[in-house]
Protein backbone atom coordinates (compact mmCIF):
# COMPACT_ATOMS: atom_id res chain seq x y z
CA UNK A 1 0.00 0.00 0.00
CA UNK A 2 2.96 2.18 1.15
CA UNK A 3 4.42 1.64 -2.51
CA UNK A 4 1.32 2.49 -4.28
CA UNK A 5 0.60 5.72 -2.72
CA UNK A 6 4.59 6.46 -3.14
CA UNK A 7 4.28 5.97 -7.38
CA UNK A 8 0.93 7.58 -7.31
CA UNK A 9 2.68 10.80 -5.72
CA UNK A 10 5.90 10.73 -8.01
CA UNK A 11 2.80 10.45 -10.97
CA UNK A 12 1.07 13.32 -9.64
CA UNK A 13 4.88 15.70 -9.57
CA UNK A 14 5.72 14.52 -12.94
CA UNK A 15 2.17 15.70 -14.34
CA UNK A 16 0.60 18.79 -12.01
CA UNK A 17 -2.79 18.02 -14.10
CA UNK A 18 -3.38 15.21 -12.17
CA UNK A 19 -2.61 16.54 -9.18
CA UNK A 20 -6.61 16.96 -8.06
CA UNK A 21 -6.96 13.14 -8.79
CA UNK A 22 -3.81 11.98 -6.89
CA UNK A 23 -4.51 13.61 -3.60
CA UNK A 24 -8.03 11.60 -3.15
CA UNK A 25 -5.41 8.59 -3.67
CA UNK A 26 -2.66 10.12 -1.11
CA UNK A 27 -4.85 11.62 1.69
CA UNK A 28 -5.37 10.17 4.62
CA UNK A 29 -7.96 7.73 5.55
CA UNK A 30 -9.60 9.64 8.18
CA UNK A 31 -10.01 12.43 6.04
CA UNK A 32 -11.72 10.64 3.12
CA UNK A 33 -14.13 9.44 5.77
CA UNK A 34 -14.92 12.99 6.71
CA UNK A 35 -13.26 12.57 9.78
CA UNK A 36 -10.51 15.55 11.72
CA UNK A 37 -11.23 18.41 13.88
CA UNK A 38 -12.99 20.54 11.35
CA UNK A 39 -16.10 17.31 10.30
CA UNK A 40 -19.06 18.80 9.10
CA UNK A 41 -22.63 17.16 9.07
CA UNK A 42 -23.08 16.15 5.36
CA UNK A 43 -26.11 18.47 3.31
CA UNK A 44 -27.49 15.25 2.74
CA UNK A 45 -27.87 14.47 6.12
CA UNK A 46 -29.55 17.86 7.03
CA UNK A 47 -31.92 17.15 4.26
CA UNK A 48 -32.96 14.05 5.53
CA UNK A 49 -34.05 15.56 8.76
CA UNK A 50 -35.80 18.62 7.15
CA UNK A 51 -37.64 15.96 4.83
CA UNK A 52 -38.88 13.65 7.59
CA UNK A 53 -39.77 16.42 10.09
CA UNK A 54 -43.41 16.82 8.90
CA UNK A 55 -43.88 13.37 9.00
CA UNK A 56 -42.74 12.94 12.59
CA UNK A 57 -45.05 15.98 13.42
CA UNK A 58 -47.88 15.11 11.75
CA UNK A 59 -47.65 11.14 13.66
CA UNK A 60 -47.07 13.15 16.95
CA UNK A 61 -50.37 15.21 16.21
CA UNK A 62 -51.93 11.72 15.61
CA UNK A 63 -50.83 9.77 18.54
CA UNK A 64 -51.71 12.78 20.86
CA UNK A 65 -55.24 13.37 18.55
CA UNK A 66 -56.35 9.29 19.50
CA UNK A 67 -54.09 9.27 22.83
CA UNK A 68 -55.72 12.38 24.66
CA UNK A 69 -59.58 10.98 25.12
CA UNK A 70 -58.07 7.79 26.31
CA UNK A 71 -55.45 9.57 29.12
CA UNK A 72 -58.26 12.38 29.60
CA UNK A 73 -60.25 9.50 30.81
CA UNK A 74 -58.20 7.94 32.88
CA UNK A 75 -57.53 10.27 34.90
CA UNK A 76 -60.28 11.71 34.90
CA UNK A 77 -61.30 8.39 36.35
CA UNK A 78 -59.35 9.00 40.02
CA UNK A 79 -59.81 12.56 40.24
CA UNK A 80 -61.84 14.73 42.42
CA UNK A 81 -65.37 15.10 41.04
CA UNK A 82 -68.43 16.44 42.51
CA UNK A 83 -71.52 14.22 41.94
CA UNK A 84 -69.39 10.85 42.18
CA UNK A 85 -67.68 8.65 44.87
CA UNK A 86 -64.62 9.86 44.06
CA UNK A 87 -65.06 13.64 45.54
CA UNK A 88 -62.30 14.23 48.11
CA UNK A 89 -58.60 13.74 46.57
CA UNK A 90 -57.28 11.38 43.90
CA UNK A 91 -58.45 7.49 44.67
CA UNK A 92 -60.47 4.72 43.29
CA UNK A 93 -63.71 5.71 44.21
CA UNK A 94 -65.70 5.12 40.82
CA UNK A 95 -63.51 1.63 40.48
CA UNK A 96 -65.38 0.89 44.10
CA UNK A 97 -68.37 2.23 42.63
CA UNK A 98 -69.07 0.34 39.78
CA UNK A 99 -67.52 -2.99 41.10
CA UNK A 100 -70.43 -2.86 43.37
CA UNK A 101 -72.97 -1.70 40.98
CA UNK A 102 -76.24 -4.21 40.67
CA UNK A 103 -74.47 -7.86 40.18
CA UNK A 104 -71.27 -6.77 40.46
CA UNK A 105 -68.62 -5.66 37.70
CA UNK A 106 -66.90 -9.40 37.97
CA UNK A 107 -70.53 -10.68 37.07
CA UNK A 108 -70.09 -8.18 33.92
CA UNK A 109 -67.09 -8.75 32.79
CA UNK A 110 -67.39 -12.38 33.19
CA UNK A 111 -70.00 -12.30 30.75
CA UNK A 112 -68.28 -10.15 28.26
CA UNK A 113 -64.92 -12.67 28.60
CA UNK A 114 -67.38 -15.34 27.84
CA UNK A 115 -69.25 -13.88 24.56
CA UNK A 116 -66.08 -12.49 23.43
CA UNK A 117 -63.35 -15.78 23.96
CA UNK A 118 -66.42 -18.10 21.89
CA UNK A 119 -66.69 -15.52 19.61
CA UNK A 120 -62.91 -15.79 18.97
CA UNK A 121 -63.23 -19.66 19.34
CA UNK A 122 -66.51 -19.87 16.58
CA UNK A 123 -64.74 -17.03 14.28
CA UNK A 124 -61.32 -19.11 13.83
CA UNK A 125 -62.89 -22.60 13.15
CA UNK A 126 -65.30 -21.46 10.90
CA UNK A 127 -62.72 -19.00 8.83
CA UNK A 128 -60.17 -21.15 9.20
CA UNK A 129 -61.54 -24.21 7.19
CA UNK A 130 -63.99 -22.08 4.79
CA UNK A 131 -60.76 -20.12 3.44
CA UNK A 132 -59.12 -23.01 3.33
CA UNK A 133 -61.42 -24.67 1.29
CA UNK A 134 -61.88 -21.08 -0.85
CA UNK A 135 -58.42 -21.06 -1.39
CA UNK A 136 -57.22 -25.09 -2.18
CA UNK A 137 -60.41 -26.64 -3.23
CA UNK A 138 -62.40 -25.87 -6.34
CA UNK A 139 -65.81 -27.45 -6.53
CA UNK A 140 -69.17 -25.98 -8.48
CA UNK A 141 -70.26 -22.20 -7.43
CA UNK A 142 -66.90 -21.92 -5.58
CA UNK A 143 -67.05 -18.11 -6.46
CA UNK A 144 -70.49 -17.20 -6.01
CA UNK A 145 -70.78 -18.32 -2.70
CA UNK A 146 -67.64 -16.85 -1.61
CA UNK A 147 -69.17 -13.65 -2.71
CA UNK A 148 -72.61 -14.66 -1.15
CA UNK A 149 -70.45 -14.20 2.03
CA UNK A 150 -69.17 -11.20 1.27
CA UNK A 151 -71.79 -9.58 0.24
CA UNK A 152 -73.06 -9.99 4.62
CA UNK A 153 -71.12 -7.23 4.94
CA UNK A 154 -73.04 -4.54 3.01
CA UNK A 155 -76.25 -5.50 4.94
CA UNK A 156 -77.02 -2.78 7.84
CA UNK A 157 -75.58 -4.39 10.86
CA UNK A 158 -78.96 -3.15 13.09
CA UNK A 159 -81.62 -4.71 10.18
CA UNK A 160 -80.97 -8.12 10.66
CA UNK A 161 -80.69 -8.01 14.94
CA UNK A 162 -84.63 -8.55 15.30
CA UNK A 163 -84.91 -11.14 12.39
CA UNK A 164 -82.01 -12.72 14.49
CA UNK A 165 -83.94 -12.34 18.04
CA UNK A 166 -87.36 -14.35 16.53
CA UNK A 167 -84.76 -17.09 15.13
CA UNK A 168 -82.73 -17.30 18.29
CA UNK A 169 -86.57 -17.35 20.40
CA UNK A 170 -86.93 -19.83 17.82
CA UNK A 171 -84.60 -22.36 18.99
CA UNK A 172 -84.04 -21.83 22.32
CA UNK A 173 -81.19 -19.46 22.29
CA UNK A 174 -82.74 -16.11 23.06
CA UNK A 175 -81.69 -14.21 26.40
CA UNK A 176 -79.00 -16.37 25.70
CA UNK A 177 -74.68 -15.52 26.40
CA UNK A 178 -74.05 -17.99 23.36
CA UNK A 179 -76.76 -16.40 21.37
CA UNK A 180 -75.24 -13.39 21.49
CA UNK A 181 -72.05 -15.20 20.01
CA UNK A 182 -73.13 -16.62 17.64
CA UNK A 183 -74.86 -13.57 16.14
CA UNK A 184 -71.22 -11.77 16.86
CA UNK A 185 -69.39 -14.33 14.78
CA UNK A 186 -71.90 -14.41 11.76
CA UNK A 187 -71.30 -10.92 11.49
CA UNK A 188 -67.63 -11.37 11.54
CA UNK A 189 -67.73 -14.23 9.31
CA UNK A 190 -67.51 -12.73 5.80
CA UNK A 191 -64.17 -10.28 6.65
CA UNK A 192 -62.39 -13.47 8.48
CA UNK A 193 -63.18 -15.79 5.69
CA UNK A 194 -61.53 -12.99 3.39
CA UNK A 195 -58.51 -12.57 5.73
CA UNK A 196 -58.08 -16.32 5.62
CA UNK A 197 -58.46 -16.99 2.19
CA UNK A 198 -55.60 -14.53 1.23
CA UNK A 199 -53.57 -16.19 3.79
CA UNK A 200 -53.90 -19.31 2.55
CA UNK A 201 -53.00 -18.13 -1.45
CA UNK A 202 -50.14 -16.51 -0.09
CA UNK A 203 -48.83 -19.73 0.80
CA UNK A 204 -47.19 -21.85 -1.90
CA UNK A 205 -48.75 -24.68 -3.26
CA UNK A 206 -45.85 -26.83 -3.24
CA UNK A 207 -45.81 -26.54 0.32
CA UNK A 208 -48.99 -28.44 -0.02
CA UNK A 209 -47.88 -30.89 -2.80
CA UNK A 210 -44.66 -31.72 -0.90
CA UNK A 211 -46.64 -32.95 1.70
CA UNK A 212 -48.86 -35.18 0.08
CA UNK A 213 -46.56 -37.00 -1.53
CA UNK A 214 -44.82 -37.65 1.88
CA UNK A 215 -48.32 -39.51 2.87
CA UNK A 216 -50.16 -36.91 4.48
CA UNK A 217 -53.90 -36.09 3.67
CA UNK A 218 -56.14 -32.77 3.44
CA UNK A 219 -56.55 -32.71 7.07
CA UNK A 220 -53.04 -32.99 7.86
CA UNK A 221 -51.50 -30.60 5.50
CA UNK A 222 -53.96 -28.19 6.80
CA UNK A 223 -52.84 -28.65 10.70
CA UNK A 224 -49.07 -29.27 10.11
CA UNK A 225 -48.30 -27.39 7.22
CA UNK A 226 -50.77 -24.33 6.44
CA UNK A 227 -51.99 -23.49 10.01
CA UNK A 228 -48.41 -22.70 11.53
CA UNK A 229 -47.61 -20.72 8.11
CA UNK A 230 -51.02 -18.73 8.26
CA UNK A 231 -50.72 -18.22 12.16
CA UNK A 232 -50.07 -14.10 11.50
CA UNK A 233 -53.40 -14.02 9.53
CA UNK A 234 -54.96 -16.42 12.72
CA UNK A 235 -53.85 -13.55 15.25
CA UNK A 236 -55.26 -10.91 13.01
CA UNK A 237 -58.67 -12.85 12.73
CA UNK A 238 -58.73 -13.44 16.29
CA UNK A 239 -57.80 -10.28 17.28
CA UNK A 240 -60.79 -8.55 15.19
CA UNK A 241 -63.06 -10.76 16.69
CA UNK A 242 -62.59 -10.10 20.13
CA UNK A 243 -62.08 -6.70 19.85
CA UNK A 244 -65.77 -6.44 17.86
CA UNK A 245 -67.70 -8.82 20.15
CA UNK A 246 -66.02 -6.94 23.92
CA UNK A 247 -66.99 -3.79 22.81
CA UNK A 248 -70.50 -4.47 21.03
CA UNK A 249 -73.12 -2.90 22.53
CA UNK A 250 -75.89 -3.05 20.23
CA UNK A 251 -76.43 -6.82 19.94
CA UNK A 252 -76.41 -7.59 23.59
CA UNK A 253 -78.73 -4.64 24.18
CA UNK A 254 -81.36 -6.33 21.63
CA UNK A 255 -81.19 -9.52 22.62
CA UNK A 256 -80.56 -9.70 26.69
CA UNK A 257 -82.92 -9.39 28.78
CA UNK A 258 -81.94 -10.68 32.25
CA UNK A 259 -79.91 -7.89 33.77
CA UNK A 260 -77.56 -10.40 35.10
CA UNK A 261 -76.44 -11.33 31.71
CA UNK A 262 -75.44 -8.36 30.57
CA UNK A 263 -72.10 -7.66 29.23
CA UNK A 264 -69.69 -5.06 30.25
CA UNK A 265 -70.52 -2.43 27.71
CA UNK A 266 -74.35 -2.80 28.16
CA UNK A 267 -73.99 -2.31 32.16
CA UNK A 268 -71.69 0.81 31.77
CA UNK A 269 -74.58 2.56 29.22
CA UNK A 270 -77.15 1.62 32.53
CA UNK A 271 -74.85 3.14 35.26
CA UNK A 272 -76.61 5.90 36.59
CA UNK A 273 -77.44 7.23 39.84
CA UNK A 274 -80.47 6.31 41.64
CA UNK A 275 -81.82 10.30 42.02
CA UNK A 276 -83.41 11.78 38.30
CA UNK A 277 -81.28 8.87 36.37
CA UNK A 278 -78.32 11.44 36.45
CA UNK A 279 -75.23 10.08 34.84
CA UNK A 280 -72.27 8.98 37.51
CA UNK A 281 -69.48 10.40 35.24
CA UNK A 282 -66.67 8.91 37.66
CA UNK A 283 -67.94 5.70 37.38
CA UNK A 284 -68.64 5.70 33.56
CA UNK A 285 -65.17 6.44 33.13
CA UNK A 286 -64.14 3.88 35.51
CA UNK A 287 -65.86 1.58 33.03
CA UNK A 288 -64.50 3.15 29.92
CA UNK A 289 -60.84 2.39 31.27
CA UNK A 290 -61.75 -0.94 32.51
CA UNK A 291 -63.08 -1.86 28.65
CA UNK A 292 -60.37 -0.14 27.17
CA UNK A 293 -57.36 -1.94 28.85
CA UNK A 294 -57.40 -5.54 27.63
CA UNK A 295 -57.94 -4.14 24.39
CA UNK A 296 -54.48 -2.22 24.46
CA UNK A 297 -52.58 -5.08 26.02
CA UNK A 298 -53.55 -7.22 23.55
CA UNK A 299 -53.30 -5.11 21.13
CA UNK A 300 -49.53 -4.04 22.23
CA UNK A 301 -48.88 -7.80 22.91
CA UNK A 302 -49.94 -9.18 19.15
CA UNK A 303 -48.94 -5.58 17.71
CA UNK A 304 -46.12 -7.37 15.36
CA UNK A 305 -48.47 -10.74 14.64
CA UNK A 306 -51.31 -8.07 13.59
CA UNK A 307 -49.39 -6.17 11.26
CA UNK A 308 -48.15 -9.47 9.99
CA UNK A 309 -51.57 -11.08 8.77
CA UNK A 310 -52.59 -7.80 6.72
CA UNK A 311 -49.71 -7.80 4.89
CA UNK A 312 -50.13 -11.47 4.21
CA UNK A 313 -51.98 -11.36 1.24
CA UNK A 314 -49.86 -8.25 -0.38
CA UNK A 315 -46.93 -10.34 -1.55
CA UNK A 316 -48.01 -14.11 -2.61
CA UNK A 317 -45.27 -16.86 -2.75
Known amino acids: MSLTRTG ?19 APHHARRGGGPGRR ?48 GWGFGNYI ?38 A ?16 ILMVPYATLLIPLYVLLNTVGLSNSLV ?40 WTVLWRVLVPAVKP ?3 TV ?7 AWNDFMAPLILINDSNRMTLPLAISNLRGQVQGVVDYGATEAGVVVLALPCILLFLILQRHYVRGFMSGAFKG
Open 97 to 134: TLANYQAGVWVYLFNSVFVSLLTVALTLGVSLLGGYAF
Open 179 to 218: GVSLVLAMFQLPFSMFMMRISFESIPREMDEAAMVDGCSS
Open 41 to 88: KHPTTIAGIALRTPYWVLTAALALLFLYPLIWTAVSSVSPLAGTNQTD
Open 8 to 26: AARAAAADPARDDSTRAIV
Open 233 to 235: GLI
Open 238 to 244: GLFAFLA
Open 136 to 151: RFRFPGKDLLFLATLA
